[in-house]
């Protein structure tokens, strides 16, 4: 099921959904971009789950992708249930994400949950409801130059004080010998805090999420060098960090085995890129900091 709203302006906007459940099994609820709104969520047969969300509709520019200008928000339902939805212009702070493929909306909806990429960024609704209206501005292969140069233009241009820029970076940083961990990697985090908080606007930095990969029956710590890089330009620019390589290591240790699930499942597994269920943990976690702040 899908509903769309046409002719929007750019801003923050208030959604209410109600499902009602035809029978009992779960239904996943997306919107602009596959945001998370629900996902695999248990409901009964005639049970009805009304929900209240602060959604962005923004302007993006990409290297890689279309640059997108959001004129419309849709909606769309996976599951035996009945949607209604209304959305209506109102003020929220904006969430803005900028990174990498780990980050970024994963706009395949593929054959399941295990069978396609999810960003954690896209999974951030699901969780801030209407805290925070979250507007993703990460893309694939990027890395702090690209995002310098590109992606935080429309974002600097667009931003308000009260709003909040999420950044992490590593990934690609680390296959450009210019992008060092203590050198260019550590100046373009810098540089992008300082130009976010020049425009009364916060800024945290995340250290980029580990990757699934066992060198002599241990999880490999390729990324380490980053994630100090990253820890060492939060505490230059008195900004918190969020420890996503500390949390995504400790996560896959104690779930063994059964962390492959929360990865990717091409036909052959992919050990970088969170699916659907991965985003989720990731971005549940980074929620819960948010609200220690």
């Given at each position: ?183 260019g990697y550590y ?6 805090g300082e130009a ?98």
């Open positions: 099921m899908i509903i769309r709203f046409d002719n929007l302006t750019n801003g923050e906007y208030l959604l209410k959904a109600e499902i009602t459940a035809q029978r009992d099994g779960e239904f996943s609820l997306f919107g602009n971009h596959r945001h998370f709104l629900y996902h695999s969520q248990k409901i009964s047969k005639g049970e009805k789950i009304n929900g209240e969300f602060a959604v962005a509709i923004k302007n993006a520019d990409f290297q890689k992708q279309d640059n997108y200008r959001d004129t419309a928000f849709e909606l769309v339902c996976q599951g035996d249930v009945l949607l209604t939805a209304a959305l209506e212009k109102k003020d929220f702070p904006t969430l803005y994400t900028l990174g990498d493929s780990t980050v970024c909306n994963q706009t395949h909806f593929g054959s399941g949950p295990l069978f396609r990429c999810g960003g954690w960024g896209q999974a951030l609704s699901m969780f801030s409801a209407t805290q925070y209206a979250v507007s993703n501005h990460a893309e694939q292969g990027t890395h702090t130059l690209d995002c310098l140069n590109c992606h935080v233009v429309p974002v600097l241009e667009q931003i308000k004080r009260g709003d909040l820029v999420l950044c992490q970076f590593g990934h690609n940083d680390q296959k450009n010998a210019c992008l060092d961990p203590m050198g100046r373009n985090l810098v540089r992008l976010v908080k020049e425009k009364g606007a916060d800024f945290i930095i995340c250290t980029p999420i580990n990757r699934l990969i066992y060198i002599d029956g241990k999880i490999n710590n390729y990324l380490d060098p980053w994630c100090e890089g990253a820890k060492k330009a939060a505490d230059a620019l008195s900004v918190k960090c969020i420890d996503l390589h500390t949390f995504t290591t400790r996560m896959y240790i104690s779930m063994g085995d059964e962390a492959e699930k929360l990865f990717y499942h091409s036909p052959v597994l992919d050990r970088t890129h969170p699916n659907d269920f991965g985003a989720i943990q990731i971005a549940r976690f980074v929620s819960s900091n948010l609200q220690r702040r």
